[in-house]
């Protein structure tokens, strides 16, 4: 079975400083990771993925990740924060033949 | 382009009574998603459509949750009857392709209240 965990709940960062949003999993086999963002009363939106390659993936809004196989994560970077990304943000992760599996979210709150 | 519709975008019922929400993918969207998302968790998939047929719903109430996708575009989930533990928010979402690579683009969400 494949899960997603995600330690904490909220992440409190000042404007302008570099935030990161912590992710691990566990699954069988090579995994595909997503992150997502969630604004209030508005769906998910798609950040960026990871898929093979590069263990850096940038994606959108200046938002970055990094695999790391061997502590089987996928942490979520920003160089400096802007208030407005202030928002929930959820952590997936797939592999073959399997539904997606999400975290349960991490709000993320900049301070300015 | 256009995103993924879904209509209503709130619904109060009854428990016991039915409802029913609509869904518009991206167009040229061959899969199609449908999530419950209960306050403070993450989405947990209902039901995968590739096209027209169900590719997984393994975790769809059946005894009260149905869903189609006639034509293989728009989609209608229906819960009848409600329980209160039925108040979430329903997400749709769609991807070009069911593979696992493909990201999924989401509708803004139904919230549904059961009282």
């Known amino acids: 079975a494949q899960s997603v965990a995600q330690p904490e709940d909220q992440v409190n960062v000042a404007e302008g400083n570099p935030l990161t949003v912590k992710c691990t999993y566990s699954?069988?086999?090579?995994?595909?990771l997503f992150w997502y963002v969630q604004y209030p009363n508005r769906g998910l939106q798609f950040l960026l993925k990871?898929?093979?390659?590069?263990?850096l993936v940038k994606g959108s809004y200046g938002f970055e990740a990094e695999f790391n196989k061997s502590q089987t994560s996928f942490h979520l970077k920003k160089p400096s924060a802007l208030v407005s990304d202030s928002a929930l943000y959820f952590c997936?992760?797939?592999?073959?033949?399997?539904?997606?599996?999400f975290g349960i979210g991490t709000k993320l709150q900049v301070i300015p | 382009e256009a995103g993924v519709a879904q209509s209503p975008r709130y619904k109060i019922i009854e428990k016991r009574q039915s409802v029913a929400f609509w869904c518009n993918p991206i167009?040229?969207?061959?899969?199609l998603y449908w999530y419950q998302q209960i306050l403070g968790q993450g989405p947990k998939l209902l039901i995968q459509?590739?096209?027209?047929?169900?590719?997984?719903d393994s975790q769809l109430p059946k005894d009260r949750f149905s869903a189609e996708r006639l034509k293989g575009v728009d989609s209608t989930l229906k819960i009848q009857p409600a329980k209160l533990e039925d108040s979430a928010v329903y997400l749709c979402?769609?991807?070009?392709?069911?593979?696992?690579?493909?990201?999924?683009?989401f509708g803004p969400g139904t919230r549904l209240t059961v009282t």
């Open positions: 979402a769609s991807s070009l392709a069911g593979g696992e690579a493909y990201e999924q683009y």
């Open positions: 459509f590739q096209n027209n047929g169900v590719v997984d």
């Open positions: 167009s040229g969207h061959a899969t």
């Open positions: 990871y898929i093979t390659g590069d263990n």
């Open positions: 997936a992760v797939r592999v073959s033949y399997q539904k997606v599996t």
């Open positions: 699954v069988s086999g090579n995994p595909y």
